[in-house]
Nanobody, 123 residues
Framework: QVQLVESGGALVQAGGSLRLSCAAS????????MGWFRQAPGKERDFVAG????????YYADFVKGRVTISRDNVKNTVYLQMNSLKPEDTAVYYC????????????????WGQGTQVTVSS
């Protein structure tokens, strides 16, 4: 049974930083690309960042480029999302997801999802 468990969400002030983690189990972690998505109330789920199986290839949405870094540890079966210079518009539930293929920005192409972690950025 595949499980993805996100953690690290919190209430922070604008300009602050957070590191989200997503621990995976029940799968051969290094065989999957990982993605982080976010969804704000009343909005669609948006791609934030993705990382390939080896961790070499990374991809970012334009609205987070320069502020966010995705990384993975294939020994700990965990993917991370370091977020800096947070803005109120970053407020959302952040989800991690996995897929066997290459990183995609399309949420429908991901096979398994975590339950999400809330990030709230106050102004």
């Amino acid at each position: 049974q595949v499980q993805l468990v996100e953690s690290g969400g919190a209430l922070v002030q604008a300009g602050g930083s957070l590191r989200l983690s997503c621990a995976a189990s029940g799968l051969t972690f290094s065989s999957y690309s990982m993605g982080w998505f976010r969804q704000a109330p009343g909005k669609e789920r948006d791609f934030v960042a993705g990382i390939g199986r080896s961790g070499i290839n990374t991809y970012y949405a334009d609205f987070v480029k320069g502020r966010v870094t995705i990384s993975r540890d294939n020994v700990k079966n965990t993917v991370y999302l370091q977020m800096n210079s947070l803005k109120p518009e970053d407020t959302a539930v952040y989800y991690c997801a996995v897929r066997r293929g290459v990183v995609s920005t399309e949420s429908v192409l991901y096979e398994y999802w975590g339950q999400g972690t809330q990030v709230t950025v106050s102004s």
